[in-house]
């Protein structure tokens, strides 16, 4: 073969190669090996100091108050072990606010995901006007939470409100108080999370319809399969890892929500609508415990962790 | 073949002709003679050339592009650093150059002015002789207090919850960024003034005191002595008050006069009497639905545990039993809770039955926002029972309706004690702060009569000073009668109609909550008493008031 001249370290990573880096070498190039990698590793720093300063430190400090006495009239902070879990443990409202909450991302992440993959699947086509409607149903998710949340409050309103005391009225559909009552209030921040999340969710499957091919289909309809079969046989196998990842995403979202709802309903009437993070804010701002509130961060980052991971364990499998 | 001067650089068209050469003669070769392995191989050779002759000018065109990007980064950061460092240099030139106030307010010294900073809510309503409402632009009398005494006044305006989040933030860090803090009386008077984080303000007022500070703008005597009363904390004023109110009857007198109702003395004619009998009025002309009798809050906020308190002073109700109210009392007497008594049990029940028997289902989930609403927009004869929410209504509503609006005394319960409740929106100095000494004399020019005046007769009959109260300029504005109804309020209130303990506002939270739940239906009053006897007794161990 002819030989032409190539550059000099063409093709070799020189960012990160650890077998590069084992690899026996001629010793005048160690040093310089040495060097490089410094080098490489040197490049990382800004990145990790971000993370940790932004992450890591954030939630070390965290701990660290959930288990001091930190309240804005008391000018001490001392180390109290476990206390601050123990009091939280001994609320009514804990469990409380654990039982909204559970039932809060269940809801929102089976109705959100639904409504996103019947609308993945009817816009997953390439008709004239497809483009369109996808513009529309995405509009939704570009409004900030708060300003969902304070136009559905308004909304609701059963005297002024435009779905409350006409729309409902006009269907013959007589609920009451929509955010007065305790059911239907916790129905109402549903509706409404679901109302500004499923464009998230529609975003998130319709990437993975469109990278199922259509071959498939074809091939499938030419053996005589039906729509139905085509669906639980080809695409629903296709799209588990992109709804897995839309799961973890809805999760997340779901169970660190707070300015959405609290602008709605307050965590009321009562405590019907009281999330985790509503429960929070209320320890830390209102109660002005800072310990109380940092021990209950902690606990929704476990359950946020145990939950998420065992997600990714399933999306590892498939 | 070979060409030494191949490698990093752009391919040049001989290159590029080697290229198209070596592929087009391989391909003719293997095409034409299948048969004669020697040519296949020279042929499948000139195709190796060919792919190695494409990777390295891919590989060129990489590195080329890299190149290209590397330097279009490095262009577009000199860009930015230029447009940055341009940006800087004009804001400075456009300081420098801008045209001085044309107040003609010459200052008194060449020192460096003091800066004050202040934080407060309500933006457009307070001070806004001070600082233009819309552009936050100081205005000539904050001019001339700041030429006068070489003090700097920097407000920083936000929403409620904000403020009381940033303040907390503050106090918590110890940074002093705000030298005048809000310290409204049911809530951060209590949390800082226990913790001794606002400074003791009779040290800058008595004379004896080694940091006696005289301000031409204070006047001890002339604030209302109850509002004095509820700035304070275990015998300390702690805080000066900006406007401060009092609860009264507010209501349509067209309604009342249309339904035939009297305006009630008592809670039991007013739940027995005047309730009942606006409800059956707009029942029977079909109004109701549309109307209701009265309008209320009920969302599980403090804000609602405001109200409930002024009910349950009037059923005679206190937070700790035998009445303490401080922490100093509360343990000395090992004074136990006593949200779960019948008085208490009974304010709870009748405010949740009001907003649930005649008001708007939505009533567990009103703020006062929504209450104002309702009232101003005539689908409530009644507002109840604070008086400043009423003056909202009728100053920002329509004239048709809100000029039909009056105001009574507010009722009493069944031990003769008025449903009231005394709040006022109150100001301290941070224990963090800089120069407390510039931050009295500025905290008191704020508090002053021309400010006091002038929120009142422009908003609300609420000012802090008697001077301003019983002057003739506010009656003119409002009326003799209904500064009447103020002055008769104030004078009857009770500032310690909550607990002063660190704890009120957590135990007022859950107030509100347990009250929106029995309103919501979610439980019963003798629950919510319970719910909330339980959970201020374990805040209270918590914090050590009990052994």
Redesign the interface.
């Known amino acids: 073969?002819?030989?032409?001249?190539?550059?000099e370290g063409?093709g070799r990573c020189l960012i990160f190669n650890p077998t590069y880096l084992f690899a026996s070498h001629d010793d005048d190039f160690s040093m310089s090996r040495v060097s490089k990698s410094f080098l490489s590793y040197a490049y990382l720093w800004p990145a990790l100091a971000v993370l940790i300063a932004l992450t890591i430190f954030p939630t070390i400090y965290t701990i660290y108050l959930s288990l001091s006495e930190y309240?804005?009239?008391?000018?001490t902070h001392q180390f109290v072990g476990a206390k601050n879990y123990i009091?939280l443990m001994?609320?009514?409202n804990f469990y409380n606010s654990l039982h909204v909450s559970a039932l809060y991302v269940l809801l929102t992440v089976a109705v959100s995901i639904f409504f996103g993959f019947v609308l993945a699947l009817a816009l997953n086509q390439n008709l004239r006007a497809t483009s369109i409607f996808r513009a529309i149903v995405i509009l939704p998710f570009t409004i900030a939470p708060i300003i969902t949340g304070f136009t559905w409050r308004y909304l609701f309103?059963?005297?002024?409100g435009l779905v409350?005391a006409f729309i409902l009225p006009l269907l013959g559909l007589n609920f009451?108080?929509?955010?007065?009552?305790?059911t239907n209030?916790f129905v109402g921040i549903v509706f409404a999370d679901v109302w500004s999340k499923t464009p998230l969710m529609f975003l998130i499957i319709l990437g993975g319809l469109q990278g199922i091919s259509p071959t498939l289909y074809k091939a499938a309809k030419i053996d005589g399969a039906s729509v139905i079969s085509s669906f639980m046989h080809i695409t629903l196998p296709l799209m588990k890892r992109a709804l897995i990842i839309a799961v973890i995403l809805k999760v997340i979202d779901s169970v660190n929500s707070f300015d959405q709802v609290y602008v709605m309903?307050?965590?009321?009437?009562?405590?019907?609508t009281?999330v985790l993070a509503i429960e929070g804010y209320?320890i830390a701002?209102?109660?002005?415990?800072?310990g109380m509130a940092a021990a209950l961060g902690v606990v929704m980052i476990v359950i946020s962790v145990i939950s998420i991971s065992i997600l990714i364990r399933y999306y590892n499998k498939t | 073949m070979r060409n030494s001067k191949l490698s990093c650089h752009a391919p040049s068209p001989l290159l590029r002709m080697h290229q198209h050469r070596s592929f087009t003669m391989s391909l003719g070769l293997i095409m034409r003679a299948h048969s004669d392995s020697s040519i296949q191989r020279k042929a499948y050779h000139l195709m190796g050339d060919f792919i190695t002759l494409s990777c390295e000018l891919n590989l060129n065109r990489h590195k080329n592009n890299k190149k290209v990007a590397i330097s279009t980064m490095a262009a577009a950061i000199v860009v930015i650093v230029i447009l940055v460092i341009a940006g800087v240099a004009g804001y400075y030139l456009y300081s420098a150059m801008a045209p001085a106030q044309t107040t003609g307010i010459i200052p008194t010294t060449t020192a460096a002015p003091v800066t004050v900073n202040i934080i407060t809510f309500d933006q457009g309503l307070v001070w806004t002789d001070l600082w233009n409402a819309t552009t936050n632009q100081p205005l000539a009398p904050l001019l001339e207090f700041e030429r006068r005494y070489n003090i700097n006044i920097n407000v920083e305006f936000d929403d409620e919850a904000t403020v009381r989040q940033k303040v907390q933030a503050d106090f918590a860090s110890g940074a002093g960024r705000y030298d005048i803090t809000l310290a409204d009386t049911s809530n951060l008077l209590q949390v800082y003034g226990s913790s001794g984080q606002l400074y003791p303000l009779d040290q800058f007022y008595t004379q004896s005191s080694p940091n006696y500070t005289p301000s031409e703008f204070f006047n001890y005597t002339d604030f209302i002595p109850k509002a004095l009363e509820a700035c304070s904390y275990e015998g300390h004023l702690y805080a000066l008050p900006y406007f401060t109110f009092a609860s009264s009857f507010n209501y349509r007198a067209d309604l009342f006069q249309k339904y035939n109702v009297q305006v009630p003395t008592t809670i039991s004619e007013m739940m027995n009497v005047t309730l009942p009998a606006l409800k059956a009025g707009m029942r029977a002309d079909g109004t109701y639905g549309n109307v209701y009798p009265i309008a209320l809050r009920g969302e599980p906020k403090e804000t609602t545990a405001l109200d409930v308190n002024a009910f349950i002073y009037g059923f005679g109700g206190t937070w700790f039993q035998g009445g303490y109210s401080t922490v100093a009392e509360v343990k000395a007497h090992h004074a136990l809770p006593a949200f779960n008594s019948t008085a208490v049990v009974n304010a709870i029940k009748t405010y949740a039955m009001m907003g649930r028997e005649f008001s708007t289902l939505d009533t567990p989930s009103y703020d006062f926002s929504k209450e104002i609403s309702l009232y101003q927009s005539g689908k409530a004869a009644i507002l109840f029972p604070q008086s400043v929410n009423a003056f909202v209504a009728q100053k920002y509503g329509d004239p048709s309706i809100t000029s039909k609006m009056a105001y009574a005394p507010t009722v009493v319960g069944p031990t003769g004690q008025p449903f009231d409740e005394i709040w006022s929106l109150a100001f301290g100095i941070s224990k963090f702060t800089h120069n407390p000494t510039a931050a009295w004399l500025a905290l008191t020019f704020l508090m002053s009569y021309p400010r006091q005046l002038y929120f009142a007769e422009g908003y609300f009959p609420n000012p802090s000073l008697l001077s301003v109260l019983l002057s003739p300029d506010l009656t003119k504005v409002w009326g003799k009668d209904t500064m009447q109804v103020m002055i008769d309020e104030l004078a009857r209130s009770n500032p310690h109609f909550i607990a002063y303990i660190p704890e009120a506002n957590a135990i007022n939270v859950k107030m509100g909550e347990v009250t929106s739940a029995v309103m919501a239906g979610q439980m019963t009053p003798p629950q919510a008493g319970q719910a909330l006897q339980d959970y201020a007794y374990q805040l209270l161990l918590s914090d050590g008031y009990y052994s």
């Open positions: 073969m002819t030989n032409w001249p190539r550059e063409a309240k804005s009239y008391v000018l009091d001994n609320q009514a309103d059963s005297n002024q409350g009451g108080s929509i955010l007065g009552n305790p209030a309903t307050r965590g009321g009437p009562g405590n019907a009281q209320l701002f209102s109660n002005y415990n800072i």
